[in-house]
């Protein structure tokens, strides 16, 4: 099988062929830097970063281009609230994502192009754009784009002309006289005296002005893949589900009313939303919904890497202390057994090697089948079961195993603990309850004593009792 993918444009599940084999252009709508990016963002990256991961992983040679939104509404806004400029704003914030990225273990993009360092390719786009009659000039001096005149607008998101409305109200201009239709959208918007307090406004031959939000992308991808692949259709462009529409159905408008060609992207994915709701989580996540917070909170990136592969990227998925919990206690787990591996690491036995070409095997048809992490995850796990068993029987991992359980748990997944944080206080915590339970066994107090290790035991830590001490491993 190769790789197959669900395409929002279609609708339907297609075999991914690139342009240019093996090149693969791919583009992901990136944060907009008036804030830290919140871990429902870091849910669209990571699903990004797993797809970026197995087309490597697959042999192809991927061009990641993601874009950092560093002029808009809301940055406007409060970088004239703390009396600074756009630029001043958003230089922190970039660099957190930065650090957020890092952390997560996500690939950092070949480029990250800022929308106000593209400018020049921006005009040059709502140029051709008015010359070719897709957009026009406004009463109000901004420039729109007229649906009307663009027969494909609705395709990606498939809704009714009717339904179509003016877009996402809050990143359109707000005067909607100045429109010749109600859902046309604004690619340039006049400047206004509050944008240039705060540097957001470009000399341009249509007027002094600033980029409506969906520009940037457009301009950004044409530009980039055009100057390195010499071509002006992506192979795949991705971001979360909210950016359907009208972003990404307004990224085709523009771009393909610019180039002539019927398609932006021959794929597009869109990663689901995050829901982060639980019993006991007002306290953390009522107000700590950054993934820096969740570090702050010392949650292992393996954790976190672990529980969003746990679900597919287009079903919704739900953050909870518990399921981080479990994917915190999955990702030990998932390190212990490496640990196992490397100290056993012998001649290859042939049950080992059977095992682990299971596991290949169906890592590989999963993940070709739509991404299906979830299902490739619990392949690693039955991995897990099958070679703890096989240890357990003095069975020895040889180099392909353990390059196998490399590729899986490292190259493509990355789920495995950082053994510098989380598993030091893992480990800290087990030798607290150990010393508690030989303390309760001293006393005669058995009932204590094996409460604790029924405890351990249901956390996936396994105990035995030897003649030179009680020794533990997870399970
Ligand atoms: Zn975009």
Request: glycine content about 14%; overall charge positive.
């Given at each position: 099988m190769t790789l197959q993918i669900f395409n929002t444009l279609t609708r339907r599940i297609e075999p991914f062929v690139p342009i240019q084999p093996p090149r693969v252009s791919l583009y992901t709508c990136g944060p907009t830097v008036w804030n830290y990016a919140h871990i429902g963002n870091f849910r669209t990256f990571l699903f990004e970063d797993l797809l970026r991961r197995w087309l490597g992983a697959s042999g192809f040679d991927v061009f990641h281009i993601m874009n950092l939104t560093d002029v808009d509404d809301r940055i406007i806004k409060e970088a004239g609230a703390k009396q600074t400029d756009i630029d001043q704003l958003v230089r922190p914030y970039i660099s957190a994502f930065y650090e957020d990225r890092d952390y997560l273990r996500i690939l950092p993009a070949h480029c990250y192009p800022r929308a106000t360092e593209f400018i020049a390719p921006m005009i040059r786009l709502v140029e051709r754009l008015l010359a070719n009659g897709t957009a026009y000039r406004g009463d109000d001096g901004s420039v729109y784009f007229a649906?009307?005149?663009?027969?494909?607008?609705?395709?990606?998101?498939?809704?009714?002309r009717r339904e179509l409305k003016t877009g996402a109200s809050e990143r359109v201009s707000s005067d909607e006289y100045a429109k010749e239709d109600a859902r046309d959208f604004v690619v340039w918007k006049a400047a206004r005296p509050e944008d240039e307090l705060v540097k957001a406004a470009w000399d341009a031959p249509f007027g002094r002005g600033r980029p409506g939000w969906h520009l940037e992308c457009s301009a950004m991808a044409l530009d980039l893949i055009g100057e390195r692949l010499g071509t002006d259709v992506l192979d795949i462009h991705a971001g979360g589900v909210d950016l359907i529409f009208p972003h990404h159905e307004d990224e085709i408008a523009q771009s393909c009313a610019f180039t002539g060609q019927p398609d932006f992207a021959h794929f597009w994915m869109h990663g689901e939303f995050l829901n982060v709701r639980g019993t006991k989580m007002s306290k953390r996540f009522g107000n700590i919904t950054t993934a820096r917070d969740l570090q702050a909170d010392g949650i292992d990136a393996g954790a976190i890497r672990l529980l969003m592969f746990g679900s597919h990227y287009r079903s919704r998925l739900d953050l909870t202390d518990e399921s981080l919990w479990a994917a915190g206690e999955g990702s030990r787990r998932l390190g212990e057994l490496g640990r196992r591996l490397r100290e056993h690491r012998g001649p290859e036995s042939a049950p080992f090697a059977l095992a682990a070409g299971k596991m290949d095997k169906a890592c590989t048809d999963r993940l070709d089948d739509d991404l299906d992490a979830p299902a490739a995850v619990a392949a690693v796990f039955a991995f897990v079961t099958e070679a703890n068993r096989l240890l357990d029987h003095g069975d020895h991992p040889g180099t392909e195993t353990l390059r196998s359980w490399e590729r899986w748990t490292t190259e493509v997944f990355n789920v495995l603990p950082d053994l510098r944080t989380a598993d030091a206080d893992a480990a800290a915590v087990i030798e607290a309850r150990l010393a508690e339970r030989g303390a309760a066994k001293r006393r005669r107090d058995f009932v204590a004593a094996d409460g604790i290790r029924d405890e351990l035991a249901a956390r996936g830590v396994v105990i035995e009792d030897t003649p030179s001490g009680t020794k533990w491993r997870l399970r």
């Open positions: 649906i009307g005149r663009f027969p494909a607008y609705g395709r990606l998101s498939q809704l009714d």
